[in-house]
């Protein structure tokens, strides 16, 4: 039987709440230490415990980070999904299954390891077997792919983080799954890992924490929050890290956390915070982002600067609360009411979750705005191998005036006036002693006095819009993939990045060669537009279902240059999968070409 090295997929079916987090991690940090390119994705319900839970691991040398078109080894311990799990496999399917829950695996087709884990749990401490079954099945797959075995143990005393009792028993647990293959089967596994040389820079983390880190190494001097999945670990983060980053020499935090009453009152915080001066923020999911937009919009036409990490989950409503999506763009980009537009910087890797928290906070303090930070469950709450940061040398404040001889040095200052021809004015802060501190919602002259004057709304509001439009080449531009021949294109942004290469490996092996174009914000940079003049057909390729930035490129492009641009958008809440999207590629360019 040929054996297939560092390139393939398990799927471990467990229930939520059973431990197998723990088990799963234990896995992929000891393939990761081997030097090994792997990823994981955990598809949990949203419930607190009870329901079925996957997680999937990709092992691949060609550093394939979508969940892959197909299992190769699956795990099961779910009565539940069983027979759903069995179904679902092709031929040759390496099968290792508790063998004490006593349902059938009735197709000879598959490799099968049955595997009397509940027992072996319970010879170890009758109490804890349900937990310690998984244990169980990490050292059959350790034994059947030829995990190493020192690294695995440097990976269980890493997860227990040194706890003596927890460490032997989950240790003895492993050893004894191995022991059980050695003893009862032929080694006949077509799947193994063999090490490779390994970064020692890189180490896992998920995005949550990148963005929280970010946060910190920014500036934040406030944090609001309410709980929502899937963006709590960011604010579980910053509370994690703070005593350690941000306290001063008396020990006491500079930074204060504020859980409040809901995401509406989060908001104001931010505003509040930011009007007073201080590097504010606040993160959520999309319908938190719904009831924040009165303030958002506050912000907006008051300029006043904050910071909103959204880490999309799927929607409309409560939606799929532990799925991915990137379904919140178009909001993000407008939301409030009246004309609103908003500067979004949408990291696709760990390293820009980091650097995009901390350039988050310069960029609302330059344009006196709030600015979104635009993740997703994906990217944000599974590990990920990073390859080190990015770290902040000094702030922007942006247009801060600090004494009176700052003041007078303006002609003819006012809080609303645009001196530079930027769009961008000077403000004060309260506690300086400066005039003037007063910000407005309302309508409003170049020196916040309250105005309906029609002439004067039209001039503030085209300068607000002169602002906005203005970080358009200063935001994160565009990264590129392209030669000057290809006739397509393909615009993506955010986790996709994590897809996109073996999407780009599939099409190519079909004859089609693609260019690619990353957007990491908006507005769009003037590079994307000419990204599309230089190609006869653009793919817009997205995880959601109404093509959103597709909508967005068509209102500000060019008219001649909307015709070439077509969605490819799909999304059913889990990660992108490879061969799913370069086929709706294909069909799509079969479709516009013909």
């Known amino acids: 039987m040929e054996t297939i090295v560092n390139d393939f997929t398990f799927n471990i079916a467990t229930a939520n709440g059973t431990g197998s987090q723990s088990s799963n991690l234990i896995l992929l940090q000891s393939m990761f230490e081997m030097g090994i390119p792997v990823s994981g994705k955990n598809l949990f319900p949203s419930n607190i415990s009870g329901l079925p839970t996957w997680y999937i691991i990709r092992v691949s040398d060609d550093g394939y980070q979508a969940p892959g078109d197909r299992t190769h080894i699956q795990v099961l311990m779910n009565k539940a999904t069983w027979d759903n799990d069995i179904a679902s496999l092709e031929s040759g399917t390496v099968v290792i299954y508790n063998s004490d829950v006593k349902l059938p695996v009735e197709r000879d087709d598959l490799i099968l390891y049955p595997v009397p884990m509940t ?6 401490n009758p109490k804890l077997a349900r937990m310690i079954a998984n244990m169980v099945y990490v050292g059959v797959i350790a034994e059947l792919i030829g995990l190493d075995g020192s690294i695995l143990d440097s990976a269980v005393n890493k997860q227990f983080n040194g706890k003596a009792k927890a460490i032997e028993l989950n240790a003895n647990a492993i050893t004894l799954g191995r022991e059980y293959i050695v003893e009862n089967f032929e080694q006949m596994c077509p799947f193994s890992l063999e090490a490779r040389e390994i970064n020692p820079e890189s180490f896992i983390i998920d995005g949550n924490e990148a963005v929280a880190l970010g946060s ?85 036409f008051s300029e006043v600067p904050g910071v909103i990490w959204d880490v999309n989950r799927v929607g409309p409503s409560t939606g799929l609360p532990t799925r991915t999506q990137q379904g919140d763009l178009s909001m993000l980009y ?51 191998i990073c390859s080190g940061f990015d770290y902040p040398e000094k702030m922007d404040r942006g247009k801060v005036l600090h004494t009176q001889d700052e003041i007078d040095a303006i002609e003819n200052y006012g809080r609303y006036r645009d001196v530079d021809g930027d769009g961008i004015c000077y403000r004060t802060l309260p506690g300086s002693g400066l005039e003037p501190i007063l910000y407005r919602g309302t309508g409003h002259d170049e020196d916040a006095v309250y105005s309906e004057n029609p002439e004067v709304y039209v001039a503030n509001m085209a300068r607000l819009k002169r602002k906005i439009d203005g970080a358009r080449t200063v935001l ?119």
């Open 119 to 124: 027992t072996i749990a319970r010879g170890l």
């Open 476 to 594: 994160p531009q565009p990264i590129l993939r392209e030669e000057p021949e290809m006739q397509v294109g393909i615009i993506y942004y955010g986790s996709m990045e994590n897809t996109i290469q073996e999407i780009d490996d599939i099409l190519e092996a079909t004859g089609l060669k693609v260019s690619q174009c990353r957007l990491r914000s908006l507005p769009i940079s003037p590079v994307v537009e000419e990204f599309v003049a230089n190609h006869e057909q653009i793919i817009v390729l997205e995880v959601n279902r109404d093509g959103q930035l597709y909508g967005i490129l068509r209102k500000e492009l060019p008219i001649d240059l909307v015709p070439r641009v077509h969605s490819v958008a799909f999304s059913d809440g889990l990660p992108p999968r490879a061969r799913k999207y370069s086929d709706m590629i294909r069909e799509k360019l079969l479709e516009v070409m013909s």
């Open 216 to 300: 910190l190494f920014g500036g934040v001097t406030m944090l609001s929050w309410y709980p929502i999945t899937p963006s709590t670990s960011i604010a579980e983060g910053i509370i994690h890290h703070l005593p350690k980053l941000r306290s001063d020499d008396d020990g006491h935090l500079t930074c204060a956390v504020i859980q409040s009453e809901d995401e509406l009152a989060a908001a104001g915080m931010v505003v509040g915070a930011g009007w007073a001066g201080g590097r504010a923020m606040t993160c959520t999911s999309g319908p938190g982002i719904s009831l924040m937009s009165e303030f958002v919009g506050l912000a907006y």
């Open 334 to 384: 407008e939301v409030g009411h009246g004309d609103t537009k908003h500067l979004v910087l949408i990291p696709g890797t760990i390293e820009e979750c980091f650097e995009f928290a901390w350039r988050a906070f310069d960029l609302a303090e330059r344009y006196q705005t709030i600015v979104f930070g635009f993740s997703d469950l994906d990217l944000g709450m599974n590990p990920w």
